[in-house]
């Protein structure tokens, strides 16, 4: 079973449109959550790490169900600067990371 | 703009070539990191460097070998590439530790390499 799971998509949306990602996880101890952005042929970029309370970031909204082991992304009034792959990734031991395989978004006028 | 930096940007290389990877980052990051990733596939790990010593090589074949001269730099010396090796090989780094789980990586911008 892989480390960490997503859809791949890709997810059509029209601007102005609220659309959501889920990503699963499979070790229960796993310590810390993030959301990376990345463009084609660019590098990853962090997005906005994932709080247990949940966390808002702008039109960004992350959220941790630790009991479901699912980390979720909300994207508020979808713009089309945010059609990218959002990588979900899970820290288990310190400096080793896990990546999902992304999500594409494509948000179109 | 990325803080850590990749040179070179774009490499084709032979598979019977000698060449290098370099990395720098100035933000006092104690953990470093290299990545290769393969077209629509995530990132995979390759070695983490803490502290300057390799802490985590993740079975990558010989012909790949990182180096850490200091905290700011990393190297990957490539040898004898195969043209399965063509990628986008990513450096990272991070705090150390707890920092790391608390902060995340800051990536590299890249270099796109092709083994002909």
């Given amino acids: ?109 | 703009d990325t803080e850590v930096t990749q040179t070179p940007k774009h490499l084709v290389m032979g598979m019977t070539n000698k060449k290098s990877l370099k990395c720098e980052q100035h933000m006092g990051h104690r953990a470093m990191y290299w990545y290769k990733q393969k077209a629509k596939k995530p990132p995979e790990l390759m070695f983490v460097y803490s502290y300057e010593k390799l802490s985590i090589n993740e079975s990558v074949p010989s012909r790949f070998s990182p180096e850490c001269p200091n905290s700011s730099l990393l190297n990957l010396h490539l040898h004898a590439l195969q043209p399965e090796d063509s990628a986008l090989y990513l450096c990272a780094s991070s705090q150390e530790g707890l920092g790391a789980s608390n902060y995340g990586y800051t990536f590299g911008s890249g270099t796109r390499l092709t083994v002909v």
């Fill in chain 1, 1 to 109: 079973r892989k480390e960490v799971e997503q859809d791949p998509g890709p997810f059509n949306v029209p601007e102005g449109a609220t659309v959501a990602f889920n990503c699963t996880y499979s070790n229960s101890a796993s310590q810390s959550f993030f959301w990376y952005r990345q463009d084609c042929r660019k590098e990853p970029k962090l997005l906005m790490s994932v709080y247990s309370s949940g966390n808002e970031d702008g039109r960004f909204t992350a959220q941790l169900n630790r009991a479901s082991q699912y980390i979720s992304l909300l994207i508020r009034d979808s713009k089309l600067s945010d059609s990218a792959t959002y990588l979900c990734v899970v820290n288990n031991n310190f400096n080793k990371f896990y990546f999902g395989s992304g999500t594409k978004l494509n948000v179109k006028p």
